[in-house]
């Protein structure tokens, strides 16, 4: 460890060798203290929150990833698909709590038109101008472009003409191709989500990026995501944050009973910190880290809690036990207790408000 802290004291870049040896170490301490001072020297002791609301307009899905319980087949109990007007139940109930991003994402349903997206888009931007639409990961985006023979430039100029101001970072999982085949084998590939992604950024279109740990990942796995999502960076500059999510077993094809211990969690934040160096934000998700992992990650280098959230569909249904939603008063309660700074932000990390601005 003594040689990589020199490199982080330096300000030099840590290389995918430098994170397999963190990751491989015990010393949880020192990783927090080293990506805690990497966070403060990029966002001092502010730490960043959102007023948000999830409306995932369907379930049904062509495809059976085996780490997912949120998807169904059409008419399989349990399937479901928003009408536009429930969509727009949604939406005008998120203003009224005061949000201002709508997180759009849903299965990839057979036969659901892009034409059907763009109007809901249109008719939540119409409603509602300034709730930000934050929607669609890079695997909806491919689908949408099969479904209307197209390409996915054209996709994307379609849904940002109709009011889709970023996109999230879902989908990706893990981008190592052989442990990728394994958990999600009908989902586009690795290069794929980083294709659709590069086409975004160079549209001017933000995205945010995940990285699903915890199921049948090698920490090489995750040291070679992380590198794919860095060398991207390097070229477009179009990441956001990164969102580390713990994998949900409950309801999982996959054989594995227990959920991440908070010391893998908290390893995961603070290496992402340390080796992503070219991302301004790391985000800990409080709705599948939990509240305390979440809050103690405030102290291993994150910089981001996520939001109120509201009605998320997909983590609950794979077995988070975490609260539906969470009040704006709560998280900036939480924020304040591990001696940071609450910063209200909108979808590009704008300032909105805080107790601390």
Known sequence: MRDIVKKVERGERLTPEDALKLFESGDLLTLGELASK????????????????????????????KFCAFSRSEGEEGAYLYTLEEVM?????????????LHLVGGLHPTLSLDWYLEAIKKIKASYPKIHVKGFTAVEIDHFAKLSDTDVK???????????????????????????AKICPEKISGARWLEI????????????????????????????????????QDRTGGFQVFIPLAFQPTGSEIAKGAQ???????????IARLFLD??????????????????????????????????????????ATSRASMSRERIEAMIIEAGKTPVERDSLYNVVGGSGI
């Open 38 to 65: 990497v966070n403060e020297a990029k966002n001092g002791d502010r730490v960043y929150y959102n007023v948000n609301r999830h409306i995932n307009p369907t379930n049904i899905c062509v495809n059976r990833c």
């Open 89 to 101: 139940e949604r939406a005008a109930q998120a203003s009224a709590q005061g949000a201002t991003e």
């Open 154 to 180: 054209d996709v994307l100029k379609k849904l940002m003409a109709a009011g889709l101001g970023s996109m999230p970072g879902g989908g990706a999982e893990i981008l190592a191709e052989e442990n990728r």
């Open 197 to 232: 992604m590069e086409v975004a950024h160079s549209l001017g279109l933000k995205t945010n990026s995940t990285m699903l740990y915890g199921h049948v990942e090698s920490y090489a796995d995750r040291v070679e995501h992380m590198r794919l999502l860095r060398e991207l």
């Open 260 to 270: 991440t211990t908070g010391f893998d969690d908290l390893k995961v934040l603070s």
């Open 278 to 319: 070219n991302f301004d934000h790391i985000k800990g998700y409080w709705v599948m880290l939990g509240e305390k992992i979440a809050q103690l990650s405030l102290a291993f280098g994150v910089d981001d809690l996520d939001g109120t959230v509201v009605e998320e569909k997909i983590a609950h249904d794979a077995g």
